[in-house]
């Protein structure tokens, strides 16, 4: 059995842009031949996935789903939404959804998580890109729960069940009747999907993101040219304007622009004879911070065809 030294697994790394242990294993299953290293990682798909890590994933499927008193949602990224219509696609990020309802919401630990059929998530998923011949990447997820009361789901045009471009879960902890935790659950999952609150409470609102609202409100108050005491009230108006806007609890329901959505649910627990807490919520939106690369195709014929 030949040596494999660190420096080998370093170039075949190099060579191949698969992992570091993939290429290990490559090289001990090879007697330490490079050509027939990289020749193992390209019949594993590893070396091909390794190579599509680099290209921009920006589209794909967000998953939502709801067992008992628990909720997760997941994203998963393709580099085209016509992979978003792949079964093989859905399929992985239904199952992947549902795991982690058990794995937890850490995307390194979701990873690990056995998939049904064999293997781990990420194995899975490295076999997919390989299969399906795009970059693919398993974004995040998140978990919300409730101990007494209901985790509702919602997806926003839906391409299947449960599967779509903006999943929304809203957790309300409560003794009220299911169904009528369920029925408001329903409008203020909606009302998530089109406000797009930035937090549940005003105080849990980003500083750095009320700091930047500051200096914008001040940089348009000392325009005005108005006295400085006036300056300084006219910042603080907007940002507690922008506090009230972005604040899930103190936003105004969009079904009927004008109720506090703390007020719909108040309301809501008053009317079905029990409580009702808007504890959590989640609303994932495919894509959401991911800068997108702009391409030119043309450009890039033109380069081939020199090449």
Not at 140 to 163: C, D, F, Q, W
Not at 213 to 242: D, L, N, Y
Request: include cysteine; hydrophobic fraction near 45%.
């Amino acid at each position: 059995m030949a040596e494999i030294t660190a420096s080998a697994v370093k170039e075949l790394r190099e060579k191949s842009g698969a992992g570091m242990m993939d290429c290990k294993k490559a090289l001990t299953e090879n007697n330490g031949d490079m050509n027939a290293a990289i020749d193992w990682l390209r019949t594993k798909g590893l070396a091909t996935a390794a190579k599509k890590s680099s290209r921009t994933a920006a589209e794909g499927l967000v998953g939502v789903v709801v067992e008992g008193g628990r909720g997760a949602a997941v994203e998963v990224n393709s580099e085209t939404d016509f992979v978003a219509k792949n079964d093989q696609f859905q399929d992985f990020v239904r199952t992947v959804t549902r795991l982690a309802l058990t794995a937890g919401a850490e995307v390194a630990t979701l990873g690990t998580a056995a998939y049904p059929g064999g293997g781990t998530v990420s194995e899975k998923l490295t076999s997919n890109i390989a299969t399906i011949g795009e970059n693919q990447t398993l974004r995040r997820a998140r978990i919300v729960e409730v101990s007494k009361g209901a985790v509702v789901s919602y997806m926003h045009n839906a391409v299947t069940p449960g599967l779509g471009k903006i999943g929304v879960l809203v957790a309300i902890e409560g003794d009220a009747p299911v169904t009528d935790i369920e029925a408001v659950g329903k409008q203020v999952a909606m009302h998530i999907a089109a406000a797009f609150p930035l937090a549940l409470n005003e105080s849990d609102l980003d500083p750095a993101v009320i700091d930047r609202e500051r200096a914008i409100a001040a940089e348009k108050a000392a325009e005005s040219g108005k006295p400085a005491e006036i300056v300084e009230k006219m910042v603080q108006g907007a940002v507690a304007k922008f506090r009230k806007e972005n604040a899930l609890l103190s936003q105004v329901f969009v079904i009927d622009n004008k109720t506090p959505i703390a007020q719909v649910i108040a309301n809501a627990a008053k009317a079905a004879g029990g409580s009702m807490t808007l504890k959590d919520y989640v609303r994932f939106q495919l894509g959401e911070g991911i800068e997108k690369e702009a391409s030119d195709f043309a450009a890039e014929v033109a380069a081939a065809a020199k090449g």
